[in-house]
Each structure stands twice: as C-alpha cells, then as structure tokens.
C-alpha cells in the first residue's frame, strides 16, 4: 500500500535533520574525502540541493506526457569529477531548503491518480510518482548517513 503523505513528510523533514548534521561536521574535515574517487561532506550536502532540478523535470514530464521516458542521472558520468567540491555549500543549502518546501507544495498539490502515473525507467522495472519521490526521500537519508559516517570518522588515512 503507497502511503503519499508519509514520503511528503519525509521530504518536508528531511532539512530539519540534514542542514545540523551539515553544520556540525567541522570546517577541516567538510571537503575532505575520505578516498579517492569518494565523496566529502560538503559534496554529499551539495548533491542533495543538484537533484532538485531532476525531480522538478521528471515531475512535469510525468504529469503531462501519457508516455513519458525517464533518463538515468549518473553523476559520475554526467558532470566533471570535482563538480560537487567547487559549489558554495552556504548556496546549496540555502537552495536546498527553497526547493525543498517548493517541491513539498508541489506535492501536496497532487491528486491521488498522479500518484500512480508511470514512466519507463530503464533502469527499474517499474517506475511512477510514488516510487520517484520515495526513492528521493530514501536518497536523503543515504546522503546523510553518509555525512554522519565523516563526522563521525576517527582514522583518517
């Protein structure tokens, strides 16, 4: 069963746990990888605000096209490898917090079938409004565990 309003919530909350945890990581340790080829901090933080922009698309395209066709972002691929570190993280946040309460009014404004509107994803086998922003409010928490596994590292190599 697809409980909306619980992910609305999710992604309604999700500034109120992330931008402390952002904050309390300190200014040494923000754009510090913890390896190569793995994120910092403030790249995390920063990645949270750049996917707004994905959701706001996916979102009008699935509403208005009765065939809609969703392309897979790959950060990894689609931008320059130091893209996240060279973002203003006072910026991003400020940004994050903005779309994130546009995004929620977005939401709330939905009716219960535009829960169920679908698009091929080829990456899953199945893909609608409900599961894109589930997986957005999941994503938050990913990102930020991440952040807190940096706060919280003692042995740095």
Same mark, same amino acid.
């Given at each position: ?74 950060? +990894? ?62 994503? +938050? ?17």
């Amino acid at each position: 069963m697809q409980h909306p309003q619980a992910v609305i919530s999710a992604l309604e909350n999700a500034p109120a746990i992330l931008l402390p945890l952002i904050r309390e990581v300190p200014p040494e340790v923000l754009k510090r990888r913890p390896k190569p080829g793995k994120w910092s901090a403030h790249e995390h933080a920063c990645h949270l605000t750049a996917v707004h922009k994905l959701f706001f698309t996916r979102l009008d395209l699935m509403l208005r096209d009765p065939q809609p066709r969703i392309t897979p972002y790959q950060p +990894d691929r689609d931008e320059r490898e130091d893209h996240l570190l060279q973002l203003d993280l006072e910026e991003s946040l400020t940004r994050f917090v903005s779309d994130r309460e546009r995004l929620v009014e977005n939401l709330q404004a939905l009716r219960p079938e535009d829960w169920n509107r679908t698009a091929e994803h080829p990456e899953y086998s199945h893909y609608s409004v409900f599961i894109m922003f589930r997986h957005l409010a999941l994503h +938050d928490l990913f990102h930020g565990y991440r952040i807190e596994e940096l706060l919280l590292k003692k042995d740095w190599e």
